[in-house]
């Protein structure tokens, strides 16, 4: 058999079904659907002392302002964490270590982070795109190389964030 070392990223297929879509809907399994009233036992107590863990390691650092985030840092939180564990198990396959479900998760947030600090502190956010001591000659094009880093971030994070997955991967095969 003449397998490379990279079809190790490729999507494994079940019966025809790509188990990205199972491992991606999995999770939401794990979580109780709320009926006429919440029915606790040890999983769901765990479940929600697990969240709340998260929500408050997460918000220690934050000012309160920056709270109403929690949601959406904590769940995405428990997803991450949730579709890496499941990538451990035989047979199963990390969505993470592809390229798009990277810049899917990546542009949303650096949007949403750049368009609040925008509305929130414009100057202080436009500020960013000028050093301090800038010589008068040289501010348009600093200011259009910045531009350029700023909106290039997302992409090179992704990238990054791949290829060290994918080098890791790798590595332990090689070994």
């Known amino acids: 058999m003449n397998l490379s070392f990279f079809n190790q990223f490729m999507s494994p297929y079940l019966l025809g079904i ?10 939401t399994l794990l979580f109780p659907s709320p009926g006429n009233r919440w029915i606790t036992n040890r999983v769901s107590t765990l479940q929600s002392w697990f969240i709340c863990m998260i929500t408050k390691q997460l918000m220690i650092p934050l000012n309160k302002k920056g709270h109403k985030w ?8 428990v997803f991450l964490l949730t579709i890496n564990l499941l990538g451990l198990l035989p047979y199963t396959f990390t969505p993470t270590t592809q390229l798009s479900m990277n810049l899917a ?21 436009l500020g ?3 050093p301090e001591g800038t010589p008068t000659p040289l501010i348009p094009a600093l200011i259009m190389i910045e531009t350029t880093s700023l909106l290039i971030r997302p992409l090179a994070l992704g990238v990054r964030l791949t290829a060290n997955l994918t080098a890791g991967h790798l590595l332990i095969q090689l070994i």
Not at 21 to 26: A, C, E, G
Not at 70 to 77: F, K, N, T, V
Not at 107 to 112: C, G, H, R, V
């Open 18 to 27: 790509p188990l990205i879509l199972i491992s991606l809907l999995f999770p």
């Open 70 to 77: 929690a949601l959406i840092l904590s769940s995405l939180m």
């Open 105 to 125: 998760l990546a542009f949303p947030l650096w949007l949403a982070t750049l368009l609040t600090g925008l509305r929130n502190q414009p100057s202080a956010s």
């Open 128 to 130: 960013h795109l000028l």
